[in-house]
């Protein structure tokens, strides 16, 4: 019986099956022309909003085999038919498996080694990809599709949901005075959309069996009302116990428990960025001991708390505004050593003019992620290439302009979040400040789900500044034994340490400004 209702099925949607299976190979076809570096840039935005319109057909795919036999309503002719529902259910997931995810595991599998990648590389990248989307993605789509009797239904039952979640969030944005969900632009931003899958699923797997058994069409939309709340309620989840979440899926780290924060009270003032200075920020000098070699501080979120003499709160908030991860806090340790950096803190204006002369007492609360080098790869500078499992294949080239050397890498798998890249002369040893690309994903699992299976990686290395107002090691001369060196970091535990420094006046440690890369006189 499954397979009499798979070929009524196949004899009916066979075209849309091969537009979607059509738009797959086409969207591989398209992200592999594009190669490492992305390039012609015109290809690179049709391929990103075309990887989009291959799941929206998925989406229809899975709506339309759903409704071919519709649990909702009383007009199909099978539900007072002996044909058992259960068996209903299991053939449009076979449907669903057959002819949207065969083809979507053949694909990936092609472009991965198309890519560079190895047979296992490719087949596990692929695997993990097909599972996450059968899962997150195809599930919750046939559970809305069986509540509904059009594909228009179905949108509109979507854009009803996403309403529903968009206006909680909202109503907690301004909750928080306008601050973004304790999530958003964060290492640990990967929670938000496995929670929601985590939800869908859930849902998923209720509403199926009440439709497909019990036909209970208001339970299980009212399920889904009440999932679509749930995963907006995870946007009202305070930091502490996101970053406590954190830990524990990361679990404990030795590496992490020797490094120690302190304020470096005999520092010189810091230099403000070229051309700026602002009259209500500090740079306090902060020094950070017992660093292993090759390994970074990220500083996730820090949370301020300024007293007087007396003990009274005169101040509490962020640090700094603005979401992720900026030069606020530079931390980053070559040979295992103790690093002076700066903290800098944007105050309101009223309360800087207030409390600048003042002698007074800050408390910093961090909450920090240890990184460490996990490997690297190193290939010439000028039309380089090379592979390695960590990275997948890796591409160098001068950039048009002349000023940098542009690389790209692209492997089966989620490409590697944070990494360090250096220019260096390979005769000499001598190289360029590191330039760190980093935006941390702390997930506990690595899947690239979008646009495909392959995940991809691209940056470059200056060696001449247009301005003129630096001088790199390795400039323009050097290229021909110059080598790029990429190294890539990944978290090694996550911590909490608390900044105390007393009876300070803020008025010292204003940033001194910098004209033409040159610090001029601090204007207190």
Known sequence: MIWHIFRKDWKLLWPLVAVVTGGQLASAA???LLGVFGEPKGLLLVAQVFSYLVFLGIASLICAVVQQDSVAGVAQDWLIRPIPRGMVLREKLLFVLVCVHVPMLVVDVSHGLAAGSTVGQAMAAALLRTGCVMLAFDLPVMALASMTKTLVQVIAGFLAVWLLV???????????GGQAPVFAATGMQWMTPAFWAA??????????????????????RAVSVGAAVLAALLSFVPWSWAFSAQQWFSGSSAASESVRLAFDGGAARALAEPGAVSSNSIRLPIEVSGLAADSMVLNDRAEIRIVN???????????????????????RAEKGETV?????????????ALIR???????????LSLLQVDGEVTMTALAGSTYSDKFGACRAKLDPDGDSVEFGCFRAGGAEACIGATLENSLTGIRNPETPLCSPDYAPFAVHVIPDAVGRIAGEVRFRDPLGLAKYPVDGSQLGDARVRLMSFRPAGHFRRQLVASGIRLSDWT??????GRPQQAVD
Not at 167 to 176: D, E, Q, S, T
Not at 357 to 367: G, H, T
């Open 30 to 32: 398209t992200w592999q």
């Open 166 to 176: 968009v206006i909680i969030v909202a109503v907690g944005i301004a909750a928080r």
């Open 199 to 220: 939800v869908a699923m859930a849902a998923a797997s209720m509403i199926l069996p009440l439709q497909y058994f019990r036909r209970a069409v208001r339970l299980a």
């Open 309 to 331: 003499s007396g003990g009274m709160e005169l101040y509490r908030g962020r640090t700094v505004g603005q979401m992720g991860y900026g030069d606020d806090f530079r931390v």
């Open 340 to 352: 002076r950096t700066y903290q800098r803190v944007d105050l309101p204006d009223k309360v800087f």
């Open 357 to 367: 002369d003042q002698p007074v007492r800050i408390e910093i609360d961090y909450s």
């Open 511 to 516: 940033a001194t400004p910098q004209v033409n």
